[in-house]
């Protein structure tokens, strides 16, 4: 099969309350060609489809529309699992139609199996916490972390060992939309279980031939490992991945060949790579072209002209100006230097360390942040202890946004 795997798409997602629908249309016109010239005959999607659990009406018309043109190519099988940002509901609302056109969607743990033909995949969406254990008085992070922890790994032993009944010597992919051990974060990624207590190591997909994740936004291999990727998002999320290479990740695995790899008797993996055949599933990132191009800029008061005329024509620009002292018109200089060449979104100032008194100086305005960046900047600003406090605003914070999604669905219904 030849098979490629995406992730993080977030769509109906802003940057300082610019719209990026754009960007997502324009990727996903290169991807049904690349489908098709590829001549590809499975989609991975790693979860997080939106990029909140009720995204606007156009993102989901865009989401539909590109399904629809998936099904007209009338070749490609596709397989979708939600993501931390998805509504599990939201996503399974539509998916005994979408399977009748050979796009199968999970947006719930549970029995995730499905035969490609030539690959079984373990289809393993976001896993929740209380998909992953019962709140108990009493219980401490260690505890929790340890909890967590021990029922992530053994959700995906389980779908190893049922894999494998009915691969029958196929290839066997995982798929997991999560935080594994090693792997390089960007600013635009929410902490995914109270405290990342989610993370794990790359040990879990021990035996997979293949795992296809998401969450982590930078295209990047696990711990070393061929066969354990993060494909990235489609488009950068935020300035911090201005510089980062946008891909989605193609395997083949003609030439895959289970049989002349001695596995131990008792049928687990004795390589350390993570899967059985590295050596003949063939994996290659695809580079996305770019439609927009993000970029960071770093400029000196005196020379912020001769600095922003660097900046490509077009961009959406970061500016970080290094100021001797507060100047109350920052803002306005840079945009005037900008001249309607390229757009500033963010101007933030680089003070001498003895002139940054407070955290506020490094945000140009209140929407940039996230209530928890807030809730931590508070933290800090008092000089307070966190993880336990900032362990209770999650959870409070989830449970809230819980809340939400389901009055907003019973709304719907």
Excluded: C
Aim: proline share 5%; net charge negative; aromatic share 6%.
């Amino acid at each position: 099969m030849r098979i490629i795997h995406t992730a993080d798409w977030h769509l109906g997602a802003r940057l300082v309350e610019r719209d990026r629908l754009p960007e997502h249309a324009a990727f996903f016109d290169w991807l049904i060609e690349t489908l098709y010239s590829e001549k590809i005959d499975a989609l991975l999607v790693s979860g997080d489809v939106f990029d909140a659990a009720n995204p606007p009406q156009e993102a989901v018309a865009l989401y539909f529309d590109f399904l629809k043109r998936l099904a007209d190519l009338k070749t490609v099988k596709a397989i979708i699992t939600g993501g931390n940002h998805d509504s599990a509901s939201h996503l399974n609302a539509p998916r005994e139609l979408l399977r009748r056109f050979d796009v199968h969607v999970f947006g719930h743990a549970g029995d995730n199996l499905v035969d490609l033909g030539g690959a079984v995949v373990a289809a393993v969406p976001f896993l929740r916490e209380r998909d992953l254990r019962q709140s108990g008085a009493g219980d401490t992070l260690g505890t929790v972390h340890e909890q967590v922890r021990v029922a992530i790994r053994d959700h995906y032993a389980t779908q190893l060992t049922a894999a494998r009944l009915l691969a029958k010597g196929r290839p066997i992919i995982a798929m997991g939309h999560l935080t594994v051990l090693g792997a390089t974060t960007s600013e635009s990624e929410r902490n995914i279980h109270i405290g990342n207590l989610g993370s794990i190591g790359a040990d879990v997909f021990t035996g997979f031939d293949y795992t296809a994740l998401g969450h982590l936004h930078r295209p990047q291999r696990v711990a070393g490992q061929q066969t354990i990727r993060y494909s990235g998002s489609p488009i950068p999320l935020s300035f911090s991945e201005a510089s980062d290479a946008k891909s989605v990740v193609l395997l083949d695995t003609q030439n895959y060949s289970p049989a002349s790899i001695p596995l131990p008797s008792d049928g687990s993996n004795s390589e350390g790579n993570g899967g059985r055949g590295m050596d003949q599933i063939v994996i290659r990132p695809v580079s996305i072209p770019t439609t927009r191009v993000l970029i960071r800029v770093k400029a000196d008061r005196a020379t912020l002209a001769a600095d922003l005329a660097q900046v490509p024509a077009g961009a959406w620009a970061e500016v970080t100006v290094k100021l001797d002292s507060p100047e109350p018109l920052l803002d306005r200089q840079v945009r005037d230097a900008a001249a309607g060449r390229f757009e500033v979104l963010k101007v933030l100032a680089d003070f001498p360390v003895h002139e940054t008194s407070s955290w506020q100086l490094k945000a140009s305005t209140l929407h940039d942040l996230q209530p928890r960046d807030v809730f931590r900047e508070l933290l800090k600003e008092n000089q307070l202890q966190g993880e336990d406090l900032y362990a209770v605003f999650e959870e409070l914070l989830a449970s809230m946004e819980a809340k939400n999604t389901d009055q907003t669905l019973q709304g719907v219904v």
